[in-house]
Structures are given as structure tokens and as C-alpha cells.
DNA sequence: TTGTAGGCGTTATCAG
DNA sequence: CTGATAACGCCTACAA
């Protein structure tokens, strides 16, 4: 482990022939500095190569610069898009991301946060898992920004963003009764995920409402994989649902490829299939899939929106509304 | 803006009745503490919230434990598989990745890494554009290490990690031919990344080597729509060709869904067809796509255990060999 | 406008 | 094993 040897405010003050605060100064948008000083300190800085060490600037300012996101799977379509979509208006910020992978365990999401706060990061969002009230409650306490992303559970002082998933999820019942659809299936994964499970409650809901029966199935991970499992458990039952809907357009997708490539059903006619979330896939000319689009870049923005809102004990509720992407796998539309 | 208020090990200290180095040692794991101060500290922490503050102990020594992760379009399903292997790798080697989104543009690159010296980040990794030699310069001369993933360029101090681009092409065309194709294409975008030069390349010249003519087109972005345009433009061509190496998965699946829905070809025994990644989507029955696998987790695991190697003065090339994945887009396999 | 002095929360060093 | 003390690099009064 070599020395790291980054040059200090002190090196460029001594070349530039002038103190150390004024170096400070020159580094600081509302300092007063003269032009002359200004000049030669930029030119010292330039030519030793100096930056600001953001690390003991963070000290004094009590401000890092650094959120922390923490998620899982994150190398999934929608994931992928949501983080991009928050480093860049975090970036806009002038913040920068801090990226922990967690297994969606609440421990490890725990420790995520804990180390957050080790850093002093000015804030946390949080993509995945539910964090004890007790930790939370600690990032709040020590002044973090708190954000969570479709998470059911409030916490104090936190900002939880959440889309009308039962809303939605009625809107695809009716959007499939209008294609004169017969029989309702819902496929989801057996994770459990609050946003999950509130589209499959939704969808259970307005069949209820219409006296329509739903057919449940889970099964697995939120992946491709678990559709083609779905598909095949739902597509050899005596009644075939000729409606699905899917918690997530990985499913779907992997339930689409299963009906027409296994069972040879063509979609829409033999069945129509909607999905969830509008990852780039659905629009791919072998899926064209109708489904809920999560609005990613409003959800980035009101998130990091929240960074910079004085500190409140309440918490804020913000709920979204997916856009309804109308493609080819409903008839009709 | 309201104050943030961590609390210190000053205060720990003082509830458990000890010196502030008595829990400085607590937490430093090969420090000398009794059993007995030892159980007071932590009970103390336990119940203030205490956690060491990072920023002051990079600050101390010299190390902060970030890491820098600089990349354009991570919401790509390579990127974001290689960003969630780096940084599984990051955080086994209690390293956390900083994310820093740029444009592809190497102005961008640079600002990045001026961002990762400000944070005094203990290395860099880059994933897209080619940073100045002087910036470059500037990390390592800092003390920084520094990763390049497939970039061609040289730079003192780096580790480069590089595939073989060229065998992997040269390994396409021998299946092309082994499947009995006639007419070769090379579909790529107009970006001109290194690593997607190195393909086309290394195609060309296998056409070369065994006599045969390679036809190329570029366009776009390295995305599925600019496959879309290039099996338009390739497909319609007087001498159609029936084998198409496609510079990356992305480019194979538009072009593949193209071919089969827009000109009604079946793949493969109108079409040949491998593309290179071997992203997740390419495992799907709607593809079945041959394919090269880029080694993700060697990658990873390679550019991880750079920063705990010693510092040289020359910098490291690796190159990697892609696995060709044989799925259905290629006859006989 | 400028320089000096003190402090931010740590860790390393060195007596005890 | 423990506690005082001096850094680390920066910012912010305060006084000049």
C-alpha cells in the first residue's frame, strides 16, 4: 500500500506566495478574494495539480456531498434506469452517488445505512428492502435526508415515494374486460415486495369488484426466469386464463415467450398479457408489450428534490401515477 | 440546510468514562484494548448511535476507502452487470463505489476524475471514453490507482484490462463458415469505441485471411434501435448476407427481431447471427442469441485486486478471453 | 482584502 | 493497557 501523497492548500499557498486562507478563499463561490491573488493561486493550483479535498471540506462544512443509494439486483432493467436516472440529477446537485449493494435482506440494508452514516453521507435512498425503525430513526436524528422508493412502511422524517399500484392494476382489469377477455390471472414472484404485492391485491380487488374470479400464481425471483415458470403453471390449467397480468415486465416478458414459443399462443388473440415498470425491453419488436411505465426520471427528481427541503419530523408521502404504455399484447387498446 | 449532528467519539468517551483514544482503539481492529474498556466503549456507542466518521479517519490515513466508478449509459445491460460485479467486489474488499455518470465524451471523463481526486477516492476505474494523458498522470502521481476496462489506449501506472476482440471475431467467422454462409456482414454502431473497432476488425481480417469478402455498415448508438437500421440497410442489399456478426448483444437483438418480423427470415437458416456480451436478454427464447460472454466477474475481480497491489511505475495490461456461448442463432454448434 | 489562530473528528506516537 | 498530544487539510471567525 503506497503512500498517497495529494497535494494541500499549503503547497499551492506557499507557490503562489500568499496564505493558506486565501487559497481557501479563492476555492470558495461567495469568498472575497482579490484578482491578483485569484490568478496566481489558480496558476499554483494548476501547475501542482491541486483540488479541494472534499473529505476535510466535509469535515468543517459538516456537508459530505455524498448520498447513498442502496439497492439489490441492481443490474436489472429498471433498477439500472432508476439509478442512472437519480446519479445524474444527484450530479445536477453537484452530489455525488454512492452505490451499496445489498442481498434485500432489512439486515443488510441495515448495514447499508450504517455505512452511511459512517460517511457522513448528507443523505440515503433507499431501492430495496425496509430498514429497522431504530436506524432510520438514527439517520433522521443525525440530520440524513431519508428517501424511500416504493416501500410501504412510513417512516419518520422520510420522504416515501410510491406509485398508485392498486389504481393501475384496476386500470388493467378493465383494460383487458374491454378486449373481452374471460379469464383474469395474475403472475407474480413469491418475494413479496410491497409494490408487488399491491398490484396483485389491486387486481384481486377489481375483479372482486366486478365479480370476475382471479387466478393467483407466484413463483420465484422477480426475472424472466419465474415467467416462463408462471406461464407454464398457469397456461396447463383446465379453465386458461386468457388475461395476465404481470407484477413486473421481466415476468411478463418471460411469460409472453413461454405462451407463444412452448404453448404456440398467439398474442394478443389467445392471450393478452400487460406488464409493469416499461423497461426498454417491452418495446423490443418481439414483445411490444403493454404496460405501466414508472415515471423514473420524476421519481429521481423528487427524490433529490428532498435533499435540499428544510428538515421536517413528519415525513412526506409522494405518490405517483404510472402511465398506462399502450402496445400490442392487449386486444383492442 | 439544518445541522447535521453525528455524534463524536468525544462523547462516547465520555459516557463510558474513558480517553477518546480508548475508542478510537475500540474501533480499530488490531488496536490493544481490554476486554473490560472495551465492553464500556461499545455499550456506550450502542446506545448514542456512535459510528466512526470516515471522512476524519480517510482523512488521518490517507485512505478513504472510495472508489471511483466512472461510465456512460449504465442502464445497459452490460454496463450495469459489470458496475453491480465491481461493486459486490468493492465492498468485500470494504471499498465503496462512488458512481459518477458521463456522456462518453473524454471531457467528461476528465471532470470525473478531477471529482475522484477532490474525494481523495483511493482509485478509479473507467468504463467509457479515455481520460487526458495529464489527468491521468495526476491520479497516479496522487498515489491513485487506476483501471482502464477496454479502452486500447496506454497509460503509465494502469491497470488496462482488455478482451481478446480480434481472436473472438476471427473465432465468429470460422463458425460462420462452418455453418455453410456465404456472404459475411459486420454490423456495428458509429461510436467507435475501441473495443467494438477491435471486432469489426478483427472480422475484416479474417475475411481476408480465408478470401472472402466482409461487408461492414455502422450506425448510431450501440443500442437495439441502430440494429433495427442495420439489418434494414444490410438485409436489403442485392447479395443478401446470411451471417452477421454484430459488434455487441445489443445491436444482435434489433437486428435479429428485424430480420424475422420486418423481412420474415428464420434464424438461423435464412440468417447467422452472434453477437457479443452475452447479456441476459440473449438467453431468452425470443433470441437464443450465440454469443460471446464477456467475463464480468473476472473483470471485476482482476480490477479490485489491482488496488491492493503494490505501485508500479509502468502500469499492467490483462487481456481476457470471451467465451463463445453457443445458444441457436448459428447452425450446426 | 489579507493573514493568524482555532477547531472539525480521527488516528498515530509516545510516555506512563 | 491507557491517556495526553500532535498531526491530517480544510474552513471560519477575528483582527490587521
Redesign the interface.
Known amino acids: ?7 494541500s492548500a499549503k503547497e499551492v499557498a506557499d507557490r503562489a506566495g500568499v496564505s493558506r486562507s486565501a487559497v481557501s478563499r479563492t476555492f470558495t463561490p461567495g469568498a472575497s478574494v482579490s484578482a491578483e491573488t485569484r490568478r496566481r493561486v489558480l496558476e499554483a493550483a494548476e501547475a501542482l ?1 491541486y ?6 471540506r ?2 468543517m462544512r ?3 456531498g ?1 448520498v447513498c ?1 442502496i439497492v439489490s ?5 429498471y433498477r ?2 432508476l ?2 436516472a437519480i ?2 440529477h444527484l ?1 445536477n446537485a453537484s452530489k ?6 445489498t442481498d434485500r435482506s432489512d439486515r443488510s440494508v441495515d448495514e447499508a445505512l ?2 452511511a ?4 453521507a ?1 443523505a440515503s435512498i433507499v431501492l430495496s428492502g425496509m430498514p429497522e425503525k431504530s436506524i432510520t430513526d ?1 439517520c433522521v ?4 435526508r431519508l428517501v424511500l422508493i416504493n416501500r410501504d412502511e412510513e417512516r419518520a422524517g422520510a420522504l416515501m415515494i410510491n406509485l398508485r399500484d392498486q389504481e393501475a392494476a384496476r386500470q388493467a382489469f378493465i383494460a383487458f374486460q374491454r378486449a373481452g377477455c374471460r379469464s383474469f390471472a395474475f403472475a407474480n414472484s413469491d418475494v413479496g415486495t410491497p409494490s408487488l404485492m399491491a398490484r396483485e391485491e389491486g387486481f384481486c380487488a377489481a375483479g372482486r369488484e366486478f365479480g370476475v374470479d382471479v387466478i393467483v400464481e407466484r413463483f420465484g425471483a422477480t426475472r ?1 426466469q419465474s415467467g ?1 415458470v408462471l406461464a407454464q403453471r398457469l397456461l396447463t390449467r383446465e379453465v386458461r386464463p386468457d388475461a395476465i397480468f404481470c407484477a413486473n415486465d421481466l415476468l411478463a ?2 411469460l409472453m ?2 405462451a407463444r ?2 404453448f404456440k399462443l398467439a398474442v394478443p388473440d389467445d392471450l393478452c398479457v400487460v406488464g409493469f415498470d416499461d423497461i ?2 417491452t418495446s ?4 411490444q408489450l403493454t404496460t405501466f411505465a414508472q415515471p423514473v426520471d420524476r421519481i429521481a427528481e423528487e427524490a433529490v428534490l428532498w435533499l ?1 427541503q ?2 421536517t419530523d413528519s415525513g412526506r408521502f409522494c405518490r405517483m401515477t404510472p402511465d398506462l404504455v399502450w402496445r400490442e399484447s392487449v386486444r383492442g387498446g
Not at 439486483?73 to 432493467?77: L, Y
Open positions: 500500500m503506497s503512500q498517497k501523497i495529494f497535494v495539480g483540488h479541494v479535498n472534499h473529505l476535510a466535509g469535515l459538516n456537508e459530505s455524498l443509494l439486483e441492481m443490474d436489472t432493467p439500472a434506469s439509478i442512472r446519479s445524474r450530479q455525488i452517488a454512492m452505490l451499496i449493494n450504517k455505512l452514516i459512517s460517511y457522513r448528507d438514527l436524528k443525525s440530520g440524513q424472466y416462463v416478458c418471460g415467450d413461454t414459443h412452448q426498454e425491453q423490443w419488436s418481439s414483445y435540499s428544510p428538515m
